[in-house]
């Protein structure tokens, strides 16, 4: 069984940065893309970043040039870096795994980011 822990988000102000991160249990870890998804209130879940099992990353329009995501088979870990943060990031970030991108077998319980001033 899978299990997806997320950590690091919390409050910041407009330009700040923060680091999100994923833990996962289990051995497919190396074998799975990761993904960070995101959800507003009264919004759909939208797929912010994803890295494949090689390495290849893709990103949503509107965080393209501000987020990097990145992945440590060694420590099966994945991290969000999001910097020069707008009030508009401002969701509960959920980390996920899938055999395919977008990622989607495995989801963690999510972790809030309020961007505000």
């Known amino acids: 069984q899978v299990q997806l822990v997320e950590s690091g988000g919390g409050l910041v102000q407009p330009g700040g940065s923060l680091r999100l991160s994923c833990a996962a249990s289990g051995s497919i870890f190396s074998l799975y893309a990761m993904g960070w998804y995101r959800q507003a209130p009264g919004k759909q879940r939208e797929l912010v970043a994803a890295v494949t099992s090689g390495y290849r990353t893709s990103y949503a329009d509107s965080v393209k040039g501000r987020f990097t995501i990145s992945r440590d088979n060694a420590k099966n870990t994945v991290h969000l870096q999001m910097n020069s943060l707008k009030p508009e990031d401002t969701a509960v970030y959920y980390c996920?795994?899938?055999?395919?991108?977008?990622?989607?077998?495995?989801w963690g319980q999510g972790t809030q980011v309020t961007v505000s001033s």
């Open positions: 996920s795994m899938g055999r395919l991108v977008p990622p989607d077998d495995y």
